[in-house]
């Protein structure tokens, strides 16, 4: 087996690169994806502590994940379809009625 | 006292409160229904009050005359405080009822002859709505000076002291937006006031001291105190007088305060006859006659105030002698008057003193309504005569006695009361002036032989400054049109002042040399020196007397004096520098001016531009636009910036996270 660093690692890495998503990218749709990023990067590290201690709690864990993740989407695109509609564009910046 | 005790000695005591309350009423009435009631209501309101002030007056100095001793009646409580109580108590004592009886009998007086003049000078200024102003001032100071003198103790004293102050105030600037450069009127009334704030300063301070000492401020009280045991406060004593002699020297204008006096001269002439000659300059005199046991055990105060009295008696007699203006030459001679007063009560002749304060208020308050008159007299002649329509009121002077002249023929009435006043002043035998200012030198010389020098000098000069301003004024040639269409006032001017000649003339019988009534009458409440009569002193200062009137008369009545306006006074090239001195008030003014006005204005200013402006000014602003400043820094986070938001929840999540790892 590979040392359990090199998951921990590659985790991060895609954790960071989810965060880096949610702040750079201005299309609503691509910080949705980044955001999925940062799910699965997590779930990845249950999984791999479950896989190395040989505890199960991990990955049944990581189906809580992901049917939080699955819920969080459709009210955040339920969100998005709303704004496109006054909007007509998926531009994160547009939405900024704040004067001042 | 309580109604019930009054009413079992004699009920009219109970009446004293109404002598403040009737005037208050006036004025009350005046300021609520005045504008519909017109001119005469005002007058007719105002004089009735003054008037109902006088008969309670005289009822009370009838009641006094079967009850001898003063009575205090209690009015209101005002302080009560564990240990020191004090209220609203009115005393009727001979010394308070003469004072009230001159007070109220010449303002009822002077209220009559002002409902005429001051219907003239609205009409003058070109501003008749003033009219009411002018009464409702006046019955404030009526009710203001009857509450000083009829006071128990000396805070309400202190409360009507500062309450004619500021009447005094009020009714110099009563043409406050005019004067010289429109402003002169109020600057008079401004110099007055702050003039007998200092006065009035030490007179705080005096009853500070009484306070402290003597856990009372009811004159019995500390009379009594001190009579038991005066040696114990001696410090004390000599202080509280000193601290009340600069009170004096400020209200009834003594050197070195005298010099609001000639400038309050700009208040109208009715104001100048109540308050800057009979009543309020009063004040003073009346303030060590009350304090006279005080003063009795300060040997080293009352010397003061004797020198003090004299040297200004001296003084302002000079500066009498060189003045153009009618009512300034009266204004020095009142504070010349007073100089007498106050010497008198210095040296302990407070019925001499008295005497003297009656008689003057009797002929001083005559002459200014008489002058008032002449002035009056004067406008009329301005307004028809060629350049009267020509609206140039500032450019003619009504009371430039070099524009007067030979109004003995124009107005004959105003010139036989105006003789009469000046022959008592001058100290013409068997006028009233002769009387009590002889009491005042024969005490003098049997005193100090330097104050009565200064005394009887200054009493020539009386008499030599008045016959200047007779011959000056009613004789020569009129030296204007003005002058020369003048034309005599109305009855209601006329009358108060023919009253006036009239006690003016007969005044002296109050304190005879052998029939000395007022001598009696007041020393049933102060004892003071004995009066004395000596002859060759009487007829000594009677001749001197005349001796001035000649000698005015050779220098301004032979010749046919300043034929012009524009010539000299003949006195100039005779006296040379000293007449320039007497013309220009010695400086003093401008010496005040160099000494104390303008350090004082360089530090105001100082105070206000760098410290106010500058300091405080600037902490004030510097926290606010430092938390502007914050605000607008904090705002750049609320952007509406999605992503930003975003970036401010991961900042948070980080701090957390490391806070809780270090942890």
């Given at each position: 087996?590979?040392?359990?660093?090199?998951?921990?690692?590659?985790?991060?890495?895609?954790?960071?690169?989810?965060?880096?998503?949610?702040?750079?990218?201005?299309?609503?749709?691509?910080?949705?994806?980044?955001?999925?990023?940062?799910?699965?990067?997590?779930?990845?590290?249950?999984?791999?502590?479950?896989?190395?201690?040989?505890?199960?709690?991990?990955?049944?864990?990581?189906?809580?994940?992901?049917?939080?993740?699955?819920?969080?989407?459709?009210?955040?695109?339920?969100?998005?379809?709303?704004?496109?509609?006054?909007?007509?564009?998926?531009?994160?910046?547009?939405?900024?009625?704040?004067?001042? | 006292?309580?109604?019930?005790?009054?009413?079992?000695?004699?009920?009219?005591?109970?009446?004293?409160?109404?002598?403040?309350?009737?005037?208050?009423?006036?004025?009350?009435?005046?300021?609520?229904?005045?504008?519909?009631?017109?001119?005469?209501?005002?007058?007719?309101?105002?004089?009735?009050?003054?008037?109902?002030?006088?008969?309670?007056?005289?009822?009370?100095?009838?009641?006094?005359?079967?009850?001898?001793?003063?009575?205090?009646?209690?009015?209101?409580?005002?302080?009560?405080?564990?240990?020191?109580?004090?209220?609203?108590?009115?005393?009727?004592?001979?010394?308070?009822?003469?004072?009230?009886?001159?007070?109220?009998?010449?303002?009822?007086?002077?209220?009559?002859?002002?409902?005429?003049?001051?219907?003239?000078?609205?009409?003058?200024?070109?501003?008749?709505?003033?009219?009411?102003?002018?009464?409702?001032?006046?019955?404030?100071?009526?009710?203001?000076?009857?509450?000083?003198?009829?006071?128990?103790?000396?805070?309400?004293?202190?409360?009507?002291?500062?309450?004619?102050?500021?009447?005094?105030?009020?009714?110099?600037?009563?043409?406050?937006?005019?004067?010289?450069?429109?402003?002169?009127?109020?600057?008079?009334?401004?110099?007055?006031?702050?003039?007998?704030?200092?006065?009035?300063?030490?007179?705080?301070?005096?009853?500070?001291?009484?306070?402290?000492?003597?856990?009372?401020?009811?004159?019995?009280?500390?009379?009594?105190?001190?009579?038991?045991?005066?040696?114990?406060?001696?410090?004390?004593?000599?202080?509280?007088?000193?601290?009340?002699?600069?009170?004096?020297?400020?209200?009834?204008?003594?050197?070195?305060?005298?010099?609001?006096?000639?400038?309050?001269?700009?208040?109208?002439?009715?104001?100048?006859?109540?308050?800057?000659?009979?009543?309020?300059?009063?004040?003073?005199?009346?303030?060590?006659?009350?304090?006279?046991?005080?003063?009795?055990?300060?040997?080293?105060?009352?010397?003061?105030?004797?020198?003090?009295?004299?040297?200004?008696?001296?003084?302002?007699?000079?500066?009498?002698?060189?003045?153009?203006?009618?009512?300034?030459?009266?204004?020095?001679?009142?504070?010349?008057?007073?100089?007498?007063?106050?010497?008198?009560?210095?040296?302990?002749?407070?019925?001499?003193?008295?005497?003297?304060?009656?008689?003057?208020?009797?002929?001083?308050?005559?002459?200014?309504?008489?002058?008032?008159s002449v002035i009056l007299a004067m406008e009329r002649g301005y307004e028809t005569s060629e350049h009267g329509h020509t609206g140039n009121a500032e450019e003619f002077d009504p009371q430039d006695m070099r524009n007067m002249g030979n109004l003995q023929r124009r107005l004959p009435w105003t010139f036989w009361t105006y003789l009469m006043g000046a022959l008592a002043l001058s100290g013409i035998a068997p006028l009233a002036g002769f009387f009590s200012k002889d009491e005042i030198l024969t005490v003098a010389s049997l005193t100090s032989p330097w104050i009565f020098v200064l005394l009887i000098l200054a009493a020539f000069l009386t008499a030599f400054y008045m016959g200047r301003q007779i011959f000056l004024v009613f004789f020569g040639q009129a030296r204007s049109e003005a002058a020369g269409n003048a034309s005599e006032s109305s009855a209601v001017v006329l009358v108060p002042m023919v009253i006036l000649a009239i006690l003016s003339v007969i005044g002296g019988v109050l304190n005879l040399p052998g029939t000395t009534f007022l001598e009696k009458w007041i020393t049933q409440t102060v004892a003071g020196k004995p009066d004395q009569f000596v002859l060759p002193l009487a007829v000594t200062s009677f001749a001197l007397a005349l001796i001035g009137l000649f000698m005015?008369?050779?220098?301004?009545?032979?010749?046919?004096?300043?034929?012009?306006?524009?010539?000299?006074?003949?006195?100039?090239?005779?006296?040379?520098?000293?007449?320039?001195?007497?013309?220009?008030?010695?400086?003093?003014?401008?010496?005040?001016?160099?000494?104390?006005?303008?350090?004082?204005?360089?530090?105001?200013?100082?105070?206000?531009?760098?410290?106010?402006?500058?300091?405080?000014?600037?902490?004030?602003?510097?926290?606010?636009?430092?938390?502007?400043?914050?605000?607008?820094?904090?705002?750049?986070?609320?952007?509406?910036?999605?992503?930003?938001?975003?970036?401010?929840?991961?900042?948070?999540?980080?701090?957390?996270?490391?806070?809780?790892?270090?942890?």
């Amino acid at each position: 087996m590979v040392p359990i660093s090199y998951y921990l690692g590659l985790s991060a890495i895609l954790f960071v690169t989810g965060i880096l998503g949610v702040l750079l990218r201005r299309n609503a749709l691509v910080i949705f994806m980044s955001l999925e990023l940062m799910f699965n990067a997590s779930n990845l590290l249950f999984v791999a502590f479950s896989a190395y201690y040989k505890i199960l709690t991990g990955q049944i864990f990581v189906f809580f994940v992901m049917a939080v993740a699955a819920a969080e989407v459709a009210v955040g695109l339920a969100l998005m379809v709303a704004i496109f509609r006054t909007k007509h564009s998926v531009d994160v910046d547009q939405v900024n009625v704040l004067k001042g | 006292m309580i109604l019930s005790e009054i009413a079992r000695i004699d009920p009219t005591f109970g009446l004293v409160p109404w002598v403040v309350l009737l005037p208050i009423i006036g004025l009350l009435l005046n300021v609520l229904i005045g504008k519909r009631l017109g001119e005469l209501g005002i007058g007719l309101i105002a004089s009735l009050a003054s008037g109902a002030s006088f008969v309670i007056s005289i009822l009370l100095m009838l009641a006094l005359g079967h009850t001898h001793g003063p009575v205090t009646v209690s009015f209101l409580d005002w302080i009560t405080a564990p240990g020191f109580t004090l209220g609203w108590n009115f005393r009727v004592d001979t010394l308070s009822v003469t004072m009230m009886l001159v007070v109220s009998g010449v303002g009822t007086l002077i209220h009559i002859y002002a409902t005429s003049y001051m219907h003239s000078d609205v009409r003058y200024n070109g501003e008749p709505s003033r009219y009411r102003r002018f009464f409702v001032f006046l019955n404030l100071f009526i009710a203001d000076m009857m509450l000083l003198v009829s006071a128990n103790n000396y805070l309400m004293l202190f409360v009507g002291w500062e309450g004619v102050g500021l009447c005094s105030y009020l009714l110099i600037g009563f043409w406050f937006e005019k004067g010289k450069d429109g402003i002169g009127n109020a600057l008079a009334a401004k110099k007055a006031f702050i003039v007998n704030r200092i006065g009035d300063f030490g007179v705080l301070i005096a009853i500070f001291i009484l306070f402290t000492t003597f856990h009372t401020l009811d004159f019995d009280g500390i009379f009594s105190k001190v009579q038991l045991n005066a040696p114990a406060f001696q410090g004390v004593i000599l202080a509280v007088t000193l601290f009340m002699l600069l009170g004096v020297t400020g209200k009834s204008a003594q050197l070195p305060l005298y010099v609001w006096l000639p400038d309050a001269m700009a208040g109208p002439t009715p104001v100048s006859a109540l308050i800057h000659a009979a009543t309020m300059v009063t004040a003073g005199v009346y303030l060590v006659a009350r304090s006279n046991a005080l003063y009795v055990a300060a040997p080293a105060a009352q010397a003061a105030v004797m020198w003090v009295g004299a040297l200004t008696a001296l003084f302002a007699a000079t500066i009498a002698v060189a003045q153009f203006d009618i009512k300034k030459v009266l204004a020095y001679s009142t504070i010349s008057q007073l100089g007498f007063m106050v010497a008198a009560v210095g040296m302990g002749a407070v019925t001499a003193a008295m005497f003297h304060l009656i008689t003057h208020a009797f002929f001083k308050a005559l002459l200014f309504l008489a002058a008032g008159s002449v002035i009056l007299a004067m406008e009329r002649g301005y307004e028809t005569s060629e350049h009267g329509h020509t609206g140039n009121a500032e450019e003619f002077d009504p009371q430039d006695m070099r524009n007067m002249g030979n109004l003995q023929r124009r107005l004959p009435w105003t010139f036989w009361t105006y003789l009469m006043g000046a022959l008592a002043l001058s100290g013409i035998a068997p006028l009233a002036g002769f009387f009590s200012k002889d009491e005042i030198l024969t005490v003098a010389s049997l005193t100090s032989p330097w104050i009565f020098v200064l005394l009887i000098l200054a009493a020539f000069l009386t008499a030599f400054y008045m016959g200047r301003q007779i011959f000056l004024v009613f004789f020569g040639q009129a030296r204007s049109e003005a002058a020369g269409n003048a034309s005599e006032s109305s009855a209601v001017v006329l009358v108060p002042m023919v009253i006036l000649a009239i006690l003016s003339v007969i005044g002296g019988v109050l304190n005879l040399p052998g029939t000395t009534f007022l001598e009696k009458w007041i020393t049933q409440t102060v004892a003071g020196k004995p009066d004395q009569f000596v002859l060759p002193l009487a007829v000594t200062s009677f001749a001197l007397a005349l001796i001035g009137l000649f000698m005015a008369w050779l220098v301004y009545g032979i010749r046919k004096p300043l034929a012009h306006p524009g010539e000299p006074d003949p006195l100039a090239p005779i006296l040379g520098k000293v007449y320039n001195g007497m013309q220009n008030k010695w400086w003093v003014d401008e010496v005040y001016q160099v000494l104390f006005v303008r350090p004082y204005q360089s530090l105001s200013e100082l105070l206000a531009q760098p410290v106010d402006l500058g300091a405080i000014d600037a902490i004030g602003n510097e926290i606010g636009s430092s938390i502007r400043s914050l605000g607008n820094g904090l705002r750049r986070w609320e952007n509406g910036f999605v992503r930003s938001y975003a970036l401010t929840l991961l900042i948070g999540l980080v701090v957390i996270l490391a806070y809780l790892m270090v942890k």
